[in-house]
């Protein structure tokens, strides 16, 4: 029996841990605070996230960071996105390498870094694998079908992390495309926050169309501009990730744009939708990474300017809407970053 510890004990964390320990695992779920560890030991159930899910009896949660560490050298980092670093600098005095599966989407609004980088920083030993893909926590828990993405530029990492995780009902790819799959899972939800926007807009399914895929040619040539393989975009860390976050109410950033489209400031909306939305940090890194690689992200600036900005809803989308007149792909002979705004 392999040992794994998942750290982060919300929705996602939940779920793969419940996965993990289905599928023969010995699993620790360090949760950030003590009452939710002593809620799930007494119950089986976490009070705080999937409520009505029971959890396999192979998951031991944990909220000593310490012994969640030194139960496995084989870790899932499942905590929002701006808590990696923190997580990582407590963990390395316990064990100086693992091997890490990320399955946080979104970049560190400080430094603009992908996950990836951050722990080359902070464990710079550890080999690096990131798990992504249309996956709600609420039907992988449930046993309903979901087919992810797990990229490691170590072949032999990416393999053993889908061997883990894959089952009847969650069927995991692998892939070597870690940049790829990274600014995929990352800035779909900034995309996802616009489609909310639109939708408490009541501006119809024409235009939510349209803002999906024309977010899906932002993520392309951000993407080609970092060294992104194209048809890692295409697949599931790409187009089915952000057809998922953008089509469904379960999506919390696509909650967000909602509530933001209903009138509510950026405060209002996060304690409506109650959980972390990344995409609202996310956008930030995405719009400095874009003036670094001077990519045009018209539809990402614009969810900045809503959320950070101080424009009007209404006014950034009659921009959005009236922009120049242009072809909708570059010519065939320039390279993708040159491709049409």
Request: aromatic fraction near 6%; glycine fraction near 10%.
């Amino acid at each position: 029996m392999n040992t794994v510890s998942v750290f982060g004990a919300g929705s996602w964390g939940t779920a793969l841990a419940d996965l993990l320990a289905r599928n023969g695992h010995d699993v620790v779920l360090w949760c950030r605070r003590s009452e939710q560890a002593h809620a799930i030991t007494a119950t089986g159930i976490n009070p705080s996230y999937l409520s009505s899910a029971r959890i396999h009896p192979g998951v031991a949660p944990s909220s000593d960071i310490r012994d969640a560490a030194e139960h496995s050298d084989r870790w899932v980092l499942a905590v929002p996105t701006q808590a990696v670093r923190g997580l990582l600098s407590n963990l390395v005095p316990v064990r100086a390498t693992a091997a890490i599966c990320n399955v946080a989407k979104g970049f560190e609004i400080g430094s603009m870094l992908r996950i990836s980088e951050i722990v080359r920083q902070i464990l710079p030993d550890a080999s690096f694998t990131v798990l992504s893909g249309p996956s709600f926590a609420e039907e992988v828990i449930a046993g309903l079908p979901t087919a992810v993405v797990a990229a490691s530029t170590d072949p032999g990492a990416a393999t053993r992390w889908q061997r883990r995780f894959s089952t009847l009902h969650f069927r995991v790819y692998s892939g070597n495309d870690v940049i790829g799959v990274e600014v995929g899972g990352a800035v779909k939800n900034v995309v996802a926050i616009a489609v909310g926007a639109a939708r408490g807009l009541r501006l119809g399914d024409n235009a939510v169309a349209a803002l999906i895929t024309r977010g899906l040619s932002e993520i392309s040539r951000l993407g080609a501009a970092m060294g992104v393989q194209p048809q890692t975009l295409a697949g599931l860390a790409g187009i089915g990730d952000l057809m998922l976050t953008c089509y469904s109410s379960k999506s919390r950033n696509f909650r967000l744009g909602l509530e933001i489209g209903s009138g509510k400031s950026l405060d209002e909306a996060r304690n409506a939708v109650g959980q972390v939305a990344e995409g609202a940090f996310t956008v930030q890194a995405v719009v400095s990474m874009a003036d670094r690689y001077s990519v045009d992200i018209p539809i990402s600036r614009a969810v900045w300017d809503i959320l950070y900005g101080g424009k009007k809803l209404s006014d950034v989308m009659t921009a959005l809407l009236n922009r120049d007149l242009k072809p909708e792909h570059s010519d065939p002979g320039c390279p993708p970053e040159c491709g049409a705004l």
